[in-house]
């Protein structure tokens, strides 16, 4: 079982649409969630940190964090075509010395 | 706040050629700073992880004497790529971590062609 896993995609959403992004991770005492954003060709971009179990919102943005079941979620409502991208969950593994784990990310793409 | 610059942003050298990168933080003092390789439409690969003053640590499978890590200041951390041969080109992107934080602030990239 990998780490961190992630859908590869690509996830298709019309625009105006809610995009759910979904991340699992093995390491129960993992304490730290990160989501970012990576263009095509592009470096990637922080865009939401989450620590605790429930709802995080940002703007269009709402991380969601469940540790019982290992799983962390990235909803992005009223998509835009400019939010087309892929999107990396990564997870701050115990003893990891600041180091995340990526996950291989999950292509989304809004269709106008 | 947290930014991180990289320089060049491209580079094309000839094989056997060293080159190197700088990773800078601009506006936060790096502790800790990593650099990762990605190979096109692949994920991204942790190569080495450095903090200020002390040797890099590197992943398994990365050779420590190809790809040389200095991380002088904390601002500021180099990648050499000593002997490069075209199976080195790649993107390679530097990021940094502020104190006992795990966010990580990425730089824009190397993108490196070797001929």
């Known amino acids: 079982q990998k780490e961190v896993e992630q859908n590869s995609g690509p996830l298709s959403v019309p625009e105006g649409a809610i995009a759910s992004l979904n991340c699992t991770y093995s390491?129960?005492?993992?304490?730290?969630f990160f989501w970012y954003r990576q263009y095509s060709g592009k470096s990637p971009e922080l865009i939401m940190s989450i620590y605790s179990n429930g709802d995080k919102e940002d703007g269009r943005f709402t991380a969601q964090l469940n540790k019982a079941s290992q799983y962390v979620s990235l909803l992005i409502r009223d998509s835009q075509p400019s939010d087309s991208a892929t999107y990396l969950c990564a997870v701050a593994l115990s003893g990891g010395y600041q180091k995340v784990t990526f996950g291989t990310g999950t292509k989304l793409q809004v269709i106008p | 706040g947290a930014v991180v610059s990289q320089h060049p942003s491209w580079v094309i050298c000839k094989s056997g050629t060293s080159v190197k990168i700088e990773c800078r933080s601009l506006?936060?003092?790096?502790?800790?700073m990593f650099w990762y390789r990605q190979f096109p439409k692949q994920s991204l690969m942790l190569m080495a992880t450095s903090n200020e003053g002390s040797k890099a640590t590197y992943e398994q499978g990365v050779e420590k004497d190809k790809f040389l890590i200095n991380h002088a200041s904390l601002t500021l951390s180099t990648l050499t790529v000593t002997s490069a041969h075209p199976e080195d080109s790649s993107f390679y992107i530097c990021s940094a971590t502020e104190g006992g934080l795990y966010e990580q602030y990425f730089g824009p990239g190397t993108r490196l062609t070797v001929t």
């Open positions: 390491d129960r005492v993992s304490q730290s």
């Open positions: 506006d936060f003092q790096a502790t800790t």
